[in-house]
């Protein structure tokens, strides 16, 4: 934190000021952390990816990447060179105050597995939790994400706040794990997504379908 210019007094520079917003609770503040994290990159010799502002790769003269992936202020290093991964991952704690967590085993809510040289991702322990937790764990595998020919058709009547709440909490659960590791469900979710706004009990109920 820093006096703003034309506000410091000589001799009390360093004060602390008091604050009517907290700066995490500013639209700005997300954008200004991105902007000095490219910056301090860009200067350990990392390159954005324009296709996605949350990796960064830096190329060895030999052609091996260390490629970062940055999520607000979780952050992957990764690359086949685990010499290469660790001396950048080391320049990287010199300039940032941080923790080492070691090898990446699971990553919001996705669990990270390495096996025969390859690695495999999944959601099934958020999967499990969010099946418990709207009470149908012990319900039977659905061989589609929909029932065959099912349409679903807009509400006529008022969803209750109750149905309206948890519908939402579905829907965005199961938005979760499409975005996550599952494509296969995108067009059975987004087509029930349509209905947040007024669900009906048989739109809650075939939401459960998908899960």
């Known amino acids: 934190m820093e006096q703003p210019q034309g506000f410091k007094v000589l001799g009390n520079e360093h004060k602390v000021l008091c604050l009517k917003k907290a700066i995490y609770g500013l639209k700005q503040a997300a954008r200004t952390w991105w902007h000095e994290l490219d910056r301090s990159l860009k200067a ?8 996605d502002a949350g990796i960064f ?26 010499a290469l ?41 958020y999967l499990e939790k969010i099946l418990k937790c709207f009470g149908i764990a012990d319900a039977k595998a659905a061989q589609t994400p929909l029932p ?15 149905l ?3 519908y939402q909490s579905v829907i965005g659960s199961l938005l979760y794990l499409m ?8 067009f059975a979710v987004t087509q029930m997504a349509k209905f947040t706004h007024n669900p009906s009990e048989e739109h809650l109920l075939k939401s459960k379908h998908i899960l």
Request: proline share 5%; charged share 25%.
């Open 85 to 125: 991964v660790a001396s950048k991952k080391k320049l990287f704690m010199d300039k940032w105050e941080c923790r080492d967590l070691g090898e990446c085993r699971e990553f919001f809510c996705m669990r990270i597995e390495y096996r025969g040289g390859k690695t495999y991702l999944d959601q099934v322990p």
């Open 57 to 82: 790769i830096a190329k060895h003269a030999d052609g091996t990447m260390v490629i970062i992936l940055t999520y607000v202020d979780d952050i992957i290093l990764t690359g086949p060179n685990t």
């Open 44 to 51: 350990l010799g990392f390159s954005r990816l324009y296709a």
């Open 179 to 186: 975005l996550g590791t599952h494509p296969d469900l995108a």
């Open 148 to 162: 065959t020919s099912y349409k679903p058709e807009p509400f006529d009547g008022t969803a209750t706040a109750a």
């Open 164 to 166: 309206w709440s948890q």
